[in-house]
Structure formats: structure tokens, C-alpha cells
């Protein structure tokens, strides 16, 4: 059962408009943002931010790179729900499965080019607690990627360091659609639902 329970957005004054359009682009409401729907201004401040980091029209930085920084980052810290999130998003955005499988294994992987590996080691030690980014780190970013580049590269690990502790601590019931999708991806590699699991679903195989 969620700590807190979600709540249907078009009971909320204000905050109908962001459902619908979660439904359009997403398919449905984030159980995490229904429960942060009690505090209407933290969604509208939360949705500002999530699209200035991750919007593809705005982006210098391919978006599935981005994505899978996202699930690397999210591995990390140990949130199954903002994981499956990660795996949900890049279906509906169309991306390679068999990329966010090998995610998992990026070090050793032929699947990514060195500028990826660096990226995704980052996001890892970005993620970390404590952080172990080191000058290091930089010095190895800055041969693949321009410092404005660095800077959205580390806005999607803070964005989904925000997401995974809120999701987390809450233990955010996940939803039908991300479960599957994340089940279908990854769940060889490991993942399962942990404390997200919907609390009408049977337990995970």
C-alpha cells in the first residue's frame, strides 16, 4: 500500500489542465504526481523543471542518452519505480530496447561508443552517496562534451535524484503500463517492483 494515496487530479482545483495533459503525451497520471497533487504549486514548479531539463526541442544532448542517464542514475540510488519510469518513457519515445537491457552492463557493453560510457559513468557517480564525481570526471566529460552539455547531463541526474527520493520514500505504487514495460525490458536483468508493487497485482515472478 502507498505511504500516501494518490489523488485524482481533476479533483484538485487548478491542477485538471496537467492531467489532461499527462493523458495525451503520457498515457496516464504518475501515481507521484497525484500524490504531490496536495501541494498544487510543487507540481506546477516540479513540471517547469522536468521540462527545461528534458525536453527534446531544447536539447543539445540525443534525448535517448538522457533517458538512459536517467535509468543508470535511478539504478543507483535504488528506485524501481522512477526505473521503470525511465523504461516506460523510452518506449512511448520509440528508443531501443536492447540499449536500456545493456544499460545494466554499459563498462563492457559494444552497444555504446566511449562518449556514452563516460556519460553513463558519470550519471553513476553523480548519483552515488556519497557523490564520487571527481576532477577526474570532468576532465573525461569535457573530451565529449561541451560544458553546456555537462550542464543538462547533470540537470537530468538532479532531477531524477529529486524523483527518486520522493518516489522512493513514499514507496509510489507503480502503474499498469510502467510495470509491464519495465518487466518486459529489464526485468532479466534484475529489476522487479520491490515496494511499488500495484497492491492489487499478484507478486513479481
Not at 519505480?81 to 552492463?105: E, I, K, M
Not at 503500463?177 to 517492483?193: E, R
Request: contains cysteine; glycine residues 8%.
Amino acid at each position: 500500500m502507498p505511504r500516501l494515496e494518490p489523488l485524482p487530479l481533476e479533483e484538485v482545483p487548478g491542477l485538471e489542465p496537467i492531467g489532461k495533459m499527462y493523458e495525451s503525451v503520457y498515457g496516464f497520471v504518475p501515481n507521484g504526481v497525484r500524490i504531490m497533487a496536495r501541494r498544487p504549486a510543487i507540481v506546477e514548479g516540479f513540471l517547469h523543471l522536468r521540462r527545461s531539463v528534458m525536453d527534446p526541442a531544447t536539447s543539445t544532448v540525443p534525448p535517448e542518452l538522457k533517458n538512459l542517464v536517467s535509468l543508470i542514475a535511478s539504478k543507483t540510488h535504488g528506485c524501481r519505480y522512477c526505473q521503470a519510469h525511465a523504461v516506460y518513457g523510452a518506449d512511448r519515445a520509440g528508443f531501443d530496447r536492447a540499449r536500456l537491457a545493456a544499460v545494466w552492463d554499459y563498462e563492457s557493453s559494444d552497444l555504446f561508443d566511449e562518449a556514452e560510457r563516460v556519460t553513463l559513468q558519470f550519471a553513476v557517480d553523480a548519483a552515488s552517496v556519497p557523490n564520487g564525481v571527481t576532477d577526474d570526471s570532468y576532465r573525461a566529460m569535457r573530451e565529449h562534451w561541451t560544458e553546456g552539455q555537462i550542464v543538462e547531463i547533470l540537470a537530468v541526474v538532479a532531477l531524477f535524484g529529486f524523483l527518486n527520493r520522493w518516489n522512493d520514500s513514499l514507496g509510489t505504487p507503480l502503474e499498469d503500463p510502467s510495470h509491464h514495460a519495465a518487466t518486459q525490458a529489464v526485468g532479466a536483468q534484475g529489476w522487479a517492483a520491490g515496494k511499488h508493487q500495484h497492491h492489487h497485482e499478484g507478486p513479481d515472478a
